[in-house]
């Protein structure tokens, strides 16, 4: 249960008391039906609505659609209102979740607490779904020799799976690996990501009092993301909103660039960047080398070794209602040791001191975050230390 529930059920009781709800019982009872079965798992279906709020037949799935969108309004109506204005809270009703149903809101009016309120109250802003995305990775199963394989330069993570196109595709990338009795298949999810999903949407739930929505990549369509404010977890293989969105013309003012390949490239490097380059890797070579003004991150493939990040912030692009924060990385540790940072305030708070970034004040709409991540010293796969924030840039919309 949240801390903040009892502020919830008093802004409820109040909205109730107008003459918009008074005047509007069945607008009064699905609110008062919303908000009671607010902690379920997943949201409201429009069947259970249909049965539980307005017992009637003549309410199907359609009419429902009507009386929440009217609700939406209503509420929408109230906080911008002068009586609603006053309020610490804004109760919303978004738009149902595909599968899931309805599922009330509420947004803190003047801000989110702390240095992680104020890095994350852009995707508070709307009345829009909040959802993290993250990836099921595409392995290869041999039924036969029972064994499953994975290959990091091919992943097939559109939202319909097609045999026959994942087969092509290792028969084009990997032509001697190939064989006909292959099953294309998704068994794992990554371990990183799960820990950054997990953290999170627990800041937005117990911080924010906001559920987000947890959805894997290829489950979900752009229509969604265009209605949402999401989180985009991983890399350009294997998330392909990610990729559409990162090259598009939309991103191509942004200097730091995570390639398929996992490589990072700073364009037009200041001086401060140009230090990164310089700091030596375990291997004796510098962690970057300079190509004119560009700066290029090696990628680390052993243990004890520094691998990078990008976070990116940028309004949604299908509508400039809402954000999205895209944290990109080759390595699933750094995913995860980069969103552990970014919801935690003590961690947040350092980072921003010591990069000479100002967290506590709000953020520009556009911007964008290059951390490093140590890997552990046994085993690059399982074990990494803190994200450390390297330099950041702002850029006008």
């Not at 429902?64 to 906080?79: F, I, M, S």
């Not at 290869?140 to 097939?156: G, K, M, P, S």
């Not at 552990?340 to 520009?364: C, M, Q």
């Amino acid at each position: 249960m949240s801390r903040h529930e009892s502020e919830w059920a008093a802004l409820v009781k109040e909205i109730l008391r107008t003459a918009e709800f008074r005047r509007a019982p069945l607008r009064a009872e699905l609110l008062r039906y919303l908000f009671a079965n607010m902690h379920k798992p997943q949201g409201i279906s429009r069947k259970t609505l249909a049965a539980e709020v307005f017992k009637s037949a003549r309410y199907d799935e359609g009419a429902v659609g009507e009386r929440c969108l009217d609700l939406r309004n209503a509420l929408k109506d109230y906080a911008d209102s002068g009586a609603g204005q006053v309020q610490a809270w804004r109760c919303e009703l978004p738009p149902a979740v595909p599968s899931e149903g309805y599922r009330l809101r509420f947004i803190n009016r003047v801000a989110a607490p702390g240095i992680t309120g104020a890095f994350w109250q852009a995707h508070l802003s709307q009345a829009r779904n909040v959802l993290i995305v993250y990836n099921e990775p595409l392995f290869y199963r041999d039924d036969d020799e029972q064994w499953v394989t994975r290959y990091l330069d091919i992943n097939h993570d559109q939202t319909q799976t097609d045999r026959e196109s994942a087969l092509n595709q290792l028969k084009t990338l990997r032509p001697k690996a190939y064989k006909e009795r292959l099953h294309p298949s998704y068994l794992y999810l990554l371990s990183g990501e799960v820990a950054a999903r997990d953290c999170i949407e627990d800041w937005f739930e117990t911080v924010a009092g906001v559920k987000a929505q947890a959805r894997i990549g290829r489950r979900i369509t752009s229509p969604e993301i265009a209605q949402s404010s999401p989180v985009l977890l991983g890399n350009l293989r294997t998330n392909s909103f990610m990729r559409n969105i990162l090259e598009s013309a939309t991103c191509e003012h942004l200097d730091y660039r995570l390639d398929p390949e996992g490589q990072i490239t700073i364009r037009n490097a200041n001086e401060q960047e140009r230090k990164v380059a310089k700091k030596p890797r375990g291997d004796g070579r510098n962690v970057g080398e300079m190509r004119g003004d560009d700066l290029l991150l090696r990628v680390a493939s052993g243990a004890n070794q520094d691998v990078y990040g990008i976070v990116t912030r940028i309004p949604n692009p299908y509508d400039n209602e809402g954000s999205v924060t895209i944290v990109s990385s080759d390595n699933t540790r750094a995913v995860e040791q980069i969103a552990h940072l970014l919801t935690d305030e003590h961690r947040l708070s350092n980072a921003g001191t010591e990069a000479g970034w100002p967290t506590g004040k709000p953020l520009p709409p556009c911007f964008q975050c290059l951390f490093a991540v140590r890997l552990g010293p046994v085993n690059m796969d399982t074990e990494a230390k803190p994200a450390v924030l390297l330099t950041t840039r702002s850029y006008r919309t």
